[in-house]
């Protein structure tokens, strides 16, 4: 029995939605993770203040989230949902703070849940409910099943994967992405972008992952084209805000695959983010999935309206120079961590050790 498509986030879109929503059919209580600065400058978080006052809900704010959030913080702030009694968790930013609101909604309802105990197994108690707005358009998080989360006892990210941490509700508003710096907004779209493509070419991709991922990449990958043309307008923004939350719906299907398996230790040792960290890898993803099946491979490409390997590399490596180089001993230590990870034989084509070296030689010092 094959389960095609199974998605239960409510998808709101439009200018002031995060103003309209109603959310006290979530509660009296509500908990704001965010960053410490971006939800503010874009004005997601004064839009959900001023709805949450109007509306009477009380509502605490968690704005320590780092970037690359570890299973600590979430911790951390799981228990502080639950020092404030907190009915549901609004999370408002890019993919950090919504993959931290997601494990500590875990974590609140789960007072016996520790850091060292997260990955072990369901735990028993639904999540509170949790409110997604995103203001990049890169991780899809809004409408996933997974909160990807530094965990230092393994020395990478680890993605806790679980139906109960689906968001209930998503409120995208383009809006909130226009704040958002040139180097900020291509890396994500890349991330995005990696999302359609490890999607389209999964061994577990289906008629549905393939027809979002047709369109993700229609949005996104054409829109990194307008980007490197100049500053996206509002209309661009849309567009890759929904081709991130299309992609999103993508991996909720397929997972993701060796571009993002190879990305995590280059986020986790080097601080390269993690849409960046990528693009590091993708073009050669490309090649090597086109050995098992070429046409996919330019039907991806045609959407993404480039026409060879070369000028996908172009298109990504223009968005996103991917110019560190690393240590050699450092560098196969990531090759290895790469390898080894959970995602990195999902998709059509699973590289050998040959393979992974030849993607990692080229950022040797
Ligand atoms: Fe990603």
């Known amino acids: 029995m094959t389960n095609l498509f199974y998605n239960p986030v409510k998808v709101y879109s439009g200018r002031k939605i995060c103003a309209e929503y109603d959310y006290s059919q979530h509660g009296k209580r509500a908990l704001i993770v965010c960053g410490g600065q971006s939800a503010r400058l874009c004005g997601a978080l004064d839009d959900v203040k001023e709805a949450l006052m109007g509306q009477g809900i009380k509502f605490s704010i968690f704005d320590k989230v780092e970037q690359n959030p570890t299973v600590e913080t979430c911790h951390a702030a799981g228990a502080f949902a639950r020092e404030e009694k907190a009915d549901f968790i609004i999370a408002i930013g890019g993919g950090s703070p919504l993959d931290a609101a997601k494990a500590a909604a875990y974590f609140a309802a789960n007072a016996k849940l520790t850091p060292e105990t997260l990955y072990d197994g369901d735990a028993p108690n639904d999540p509170l409910p949790i409110i997604a707005i995103p203001t990049t358009a890169g991780t899809g998080s809004e409408v996933t099943q997974y909160a990807v989360l530094t965990y230092h006892r393994i020395q990478n990210k680890k993605t806790l994967k679980t139906p109960k ?82 992609a999103g719906m993508v991996i909720s299907i397929t997972g993701t695959s060796f571009v993002h398996s190879f990305g995590y230790p280059l986020t986790y040792y080097e601080n390269i983010s993690h849409g960046a960290a990528n693009a590091y890898f993708l073009p050669d993803f490309m090649e090597l999935s086109a050995r098992e099946n070429e046409d996919k491979v330019m039907r991806a490409y045609r959407i993404c309206g480039v026409k060879s390997h070369e000028e996908f590399r172009a298109l990504i490596e223009n968005a996103v120079p991917c110019d560190r180089k690393f240590e050699r001993d450092d560098a196969m230590k990531y090759m290895r961590t790469g390898f080894n990870g959970g995602s990195t034989m999902r998709g059509i084509y699973e590289p050998t050790s040959d393979d992974a070296y030849y993607m990692i030689k080229k950022y040797i010092r």
């Open 165 to 246: 941490i689906f968001p209930v509700a998503a409120l995208l508003d383009a809006e909130y992405t226009v704040t958002l710096p040139k180097s900020i907004t291509n890396a994500t779209a890349v991330d995005a972008l990696s999302h359609a493509l490890e999607g389209y070419l999964s061994k577990a991709a289906t008629v549905v992952s393939d027809s979002l991922a047709e369109k993700a990449m229609l949005y996104v990958g054409r829109g990194l084209k307008t980007l490197a043309e100049g500053r996206p307008d509002a209309t661009l923004r849309e567009k890759l805000l929904y081709g991130s939350m299309l």
